[in-house]
């Protein structure tokens, strides 16, 4: 197959999408050969990956190689590709785990197969099997992940250098959400732990790990993986706090999920931990009374809006994202990074930290 | 390290315990240096492993590696160690799935974080808190079965040699797992559809796909391939029927579950269907209503047993692990198999079929 390499971001986003699809219906169709009663996971599973979003992991694993200098190719861009599915694993399972009714305007996973229970008048509990089913497709999409990438058809040895990043990138992943949910129990008020599940649950794994997957696969020497984790974990942090504060103001329209979920499932955000330090003790015992208050109206989330802007943690969160996403883009400057690479991270800069792409 | 090749099977199964605790210790060490909260993740991981038992999976596919001839190492016996850690994410997200108390006796590790929440006096809910925990070690676990055979030491060449088969085992008990959960909801009778089940979910991921892993370890011809699936596929199903007859009549101090627990969790186990089969009208609506009751008592549960006895389906189902046996022996004594590697997989058709390990 004829390759033409290209940094465009969209054009690469169309071809992980291409690979991500050919891979499933090759998955499914094997599925739908054990046993029929599969065909409804190996739907579901298309589904999910056709609704979402940006691939920012799979781009950002494509962009680490490039910036190498190395010369891609289709089974480089599908190795790349794989890191898509353990974001499907972490999407369906973190679902459960949040008890969220909907991911990307859509039922989740686990409402969807409550509904196919009910529908079918199986027996026993919808809801039980509802998780069930989520748990286990976000199961098989974590060990796809892996058979795209060994089948991706890279030589041995760029997989073999590339297995320790994509190890540590997933046991990251895992303690990152861990944390998550113990500081979430724990009802942390502190920026500094907040700051610490960003990095491990999203910022690492979301970007510098995925760099460093990139540039293992393109034989970078220690000097470039350096770079990527000056640009990456900055850059990744910045993206969680985006993520934060989309949470809380970001528009339905674009983030498929009701105005201010983060409140309603009371999530131990650094813009809540900010706000906590800053806001006087009426606002505090407001917006304390409100977290994890699956009730919440509009009203309420707007009233804990305005004490977020008025205290001033929104002005300091947005000086963090700026401040953080500086600190990247100089670590791209200083760093030795083939131009075809840098300048897809100049880019990307703006979109994580944005979200416009 | 020096390494004297052994099949006996108590051995490598202290061998597997070892290279198990190598690993676990190293990584929990990592962990905690994450972040000092995940020390009961880490302790909850090696407590786990340790309290289990009779690492089936490590052992077939090491015995697997020995049937092909090839010089066995520390490194492989490592590689086949890691398969464990597949298993420990299934029982952990199985009992998730079967809203199971117990494991082994203790608390399952749900109803561990649930118990920690509750002593921490965390907030929000404690179940929910223990589900998502459950998740996320299960997910750690599966991830660390990679890293673990990442890092066994086996050259390049076996690793890539082994991960099809790999994968295969893992895609596989997804899908048995999923027809499982399935099978329980749409409350099926068909003791051919229980088979099915009971050769994804276990019988391939127990048997078959082990010892193929170790086959593909040690650089195994075809014909072996063939060899081990005569013999893993009939003994897979017996090892499944007779985990369902001690779903029934097992002793609890040997099963560490509660007598009787596969009623109250209303499996869709072959043992059930052949007794809808040939049990009398009022026998069955006696099991129709008892299976998936949780508040079953011990009466029940030995009247619903001298149902399944007195109407033969017991009878059945022995007769059906005996002949299956009978099978899987044939194909060692037809199959060109390394002497070394067979005796060990002669010892095992009695282990597995009557669980005396």
């Not at 298309?46 to 940006?54: A, C, H, I, W, Y």
């Not at 353990?86 to 008890?99: E, N, P, Q, R």
């Not at 883009?329 to 792409?357: C, F, M, N």
Request: net charge negative.
């Amino acid at each position: 197959m004829s390759f033409s390499p290209t940094n465009d971001l969209k054009e690469i986003r169309n071809l992980v999408n291409q690979e991500l699809l050919n891979f499933v219906a090759v998955e499914n169709k094997y599925l739908n050969e054990i046993a029929s009663e599969l065909a409804t996971v190996a739907s579901a599973m298309e589904r999910f990956l056709l609704d979402s979003g940006k691939r920012l992991r799979p781009l950002f694993a494509y962009i680490g190689f490039l910036g190498t200098g190395s010369k891609p190719s289709v089974e480089i861009l599908r190795a790349c590709a794989a890191l898509e599915l353990i974001h499907v694993c972490a999407l369906m399972h973190d679902d459960v785990m949040d008890a969220s009714d909907t991911r990307r305007g859509a039922p989740a996973i686990h409402k969807a197969f409550e509904a196919l229970h009910k529908d079918q008048k199986l027996s026993g509990s919808s809801e039980q099997f509802g998780i069930s089913a989520a748990i286990l497709l976000g199961d098989l999409a974590l060990v796809w992940s892996d058979k795209m990438l060994h089948q991706s058809g890279i030589d041995s040895q760029s997989l073999i250098r590339s297995l320790p990043m994509y190890d540590e990138m997933r046991v990251e992943l895992m303690a990152g959400q861990y944390l998550d949910i113990y500081e979430q129990a724990f009802a942390s008020e502190s920026v500094e732990r907040s700051l610490k599940v960003a990095r491990y649950k999203s910022g690492k794994y979301t970007i510098e790990r995925p760099l460093h997957f990139g540039a293992a696969l393109g034989g970078a020497n220690q000097s470039l993986f350096k770079t990527y984790s000056d640009y990456g974990l900055p850059l990744g942090e910045a993206f969680q706090l985006r993520d934060d504060v989309l949470g809380i103001f970001g528009n339905p329209d674009e983030t498929g999920k009701p105005a201010g979920d983060d409140l309603r499932e009371g999530k131990r955000t650094v813009l809540l931990a900010k706000t906590m330090e800053l806001a006087d003790a009426g606002s505090k015992a407001v917006i304390k009374s409100a977290l994890g208050n699956p009730k919440l109206t509009l009203e309420d989330v707007n009233k804990i809006r305005e004490i977020i802007i008025s205290c001033g943690a929104l002005a300091e969160v947005e000086n963090l994202i700026s401040s953080m996403t500086s600190s990247a883009q100089s670590a791209l400057e200083h760093g030795e990074i083939d131009p075809v690479g840098k300048a897809a991270l100049t880019q990307l800069l703006t979109i994580v930290t944005q979200r416009t792409l």
